[in-house]
């Protein structure tokens, strides 16, 4: 996690990456991912954003980082929720972590998380062993339309990120989902973490 603005959890290297987002750099250097499988497209637009099916609209890698570089109010999902969880809380495999969100306006809003490690060559290896699924109304967001970011932060430790931002949202309820998959026991470079999968649920209700 990015130290700066909000204290670094030490043993907690990604869940609630708030905090990354709070301090974007200028410029994202969007990467491929081999390891992840591409899924089911989405209907896309003219400029590449995407609807899928009743839920908002995906913004394309590069809108997004438009998006990102020019909205300085934009806020993430966990920032908004009515629910928080401490750090022991955040790292049981296994587990559902639900947020509920209430919005009454049109507005762009990401969905995030990532993974950071003590090296490169760390965060690449853990990541042969990490899966990262999104989901809108449980149809899967197409790989092609997260951007991801991968850089050193401030405190030295090297992060892989991936945002997925949304706008026009419809009136109603939204259910949006992360799974974070850890096909083996993987090391960060200063803890454990075992295999399993981490749930994150966010119920966005535009009023």
């Known amino acids: 996690m990015n130290r700066s603005r909000f204290p670094l959890v030490p043993l907690i290297p990604f869940f609630l990456f708030v905090i990354l987002a709070c301090s974007l750099p200028t410029s994202l250097p969007s990467i491929q991912i081999p390891s992840l499988q591409t899924r089911a497209a989405a209907s896309a637009t003219a400029s590449g954003d995407s609807k899928i099916g009743k839920g908002p609209i995906v913004a394309s890698p590069q809108t997004a980082q438009d998006i990102l570089e020019k909205d300085s109010n934009i ?34 809003l ?31 967001i197409d790989d092609n339309l997260i951007l991801v970011s991968e850089r050193e932060d401030n405190g030295g430790l090297f992060c892989r990120s991936f945002f997925v931002v949304m706008y026009g949202w419809p009136k109603g309820k939204t259910e949006l989902q992360v799974a974070v998959t850890f096909d083996t026991k993987i090391n960060d470079g200063m803890g454990d973490y075992p295999k399993g999968t981490h749930y994150y649920k966010y119920i966005v209700t535009y009023q």
């Open 75 to 108: 806020q993430i999902l966990e920032q908004l929720a009515k629910e928080s969880y401490n750090t022991d809380d955040l790292s049981q495999a296994g587990k559902t972590y639900t947020f509920t969100i209430t919005i009454n306006k049109e507005q762009n």
């Open 110 to 140: 990401v969905m995030l998380n990532g993974w950071c490690a003590t090296t490169q060559e760390i965060l690449r290896d853990n990541f042969k062993n990490i899966k990262m699924e999104f989901s809108i109304n449980g149809t899967p």
